[in-house]
T-cell receptor, first 111, second 115 residues
């Protein structure tokens, strides 16, 4: 069965600093991987997805993630954090419906 | 932009009352999911449908929860009787399953409080 582990339930960065949110997956078949973002009092919004094309995936709002099969990782990065990036981020894996979500990482951005 | 519509956005009810949550998936999407989100458990899959047929409802407490899709434009999640531990945000999501997963679109959720 597939699973996702997000390292760190809470990450705090300064405005302008690098954002790195970690995700490791477990899957017996080549996975599809996703990052979703949830702003307060809203549903989840798709940030980016990996579907076995390019290993470096670019998403919305300047985020990107790199699929590393050898490390079974799909970490999310953004070069420079903005106050508006403060939200909860979920990594998800799909090796066959439905998606399995990680526990989420809350990102705080300090001015 | 196409969106998944959930009603109501907020619901406060007394323990023992029936609660019905509704979801209008995106037109053309053939798969609908119900998730529950709590601080303690995170996102939990309750049930999902493909082409209106229930595929998996193993995440739901069967004695009090039921999920249906009366037609392609409406999915419902019902709790009867409701209990305080059901307090959570319930999300509906829809997607198009064609062998390639392009991700799901989530609604804004129904925040349920059972007192």
């Amino acid at each position: 069965a597939q699973s996702v582990t997000q390292l760190g339930s809470h990450v705090s960065v300064s405005e302008g600093a690098l954002v790195l949110l970690r995700c490791n997956y477990s899957s017996s078949v080549p996975p599809y991987l996703f990052w979703y973002v949830q702003y307060p009092n809203q549903g989840l919004q798709l940030l980016l997805k990996y579907t076995s094309a390019a290993t470096l995936v670019k998403g919305i709002n300047g985020f990107e993630a790199e699929f590393k099969k050898s490390e079974t990782s799909f970490h999310l990065t953004k070069p420079s954090a903005h106050m508006s990036d403060a939200a909860e981020y979920f990594c998800a894996v799909d090796s066959g419906t439905p998606l399995v979500f990680g526990k989420g990482t809350r990102l705080s951005v300090i001015a | 932009d196409a969106r998944v519509t959930q009603t109501p956005r907020h619901k406060v009810t007394e323990m023992g009352q029936e609660v019905t949550m509704r979801c209008q998936p995106i037109l053309g999407h053939n798969t609908v999911f119900w998730y529950r989100q709590t601080m303690m458990q995170g996102l939990e899959l309750l049930a999902y449908f493909r082409n209106r047929a229930p595929l998996d409802d193993s995440g739901m407490p069967k004695d009090r929860f039921s999920a249906e899709m009366p037609d392609a434009t409406l999915a419902t999640l019902k709790i009867q009787p409701s209990e305080p531990r059901d307090s959570a945000v319930y999300f509906c999501a829809s997607g198009l399953e064609t062998g390639l997963n392009y991700g799901y679109t989530f609604g804004s959720g129904t925040r349920l409080t059972v007192v």
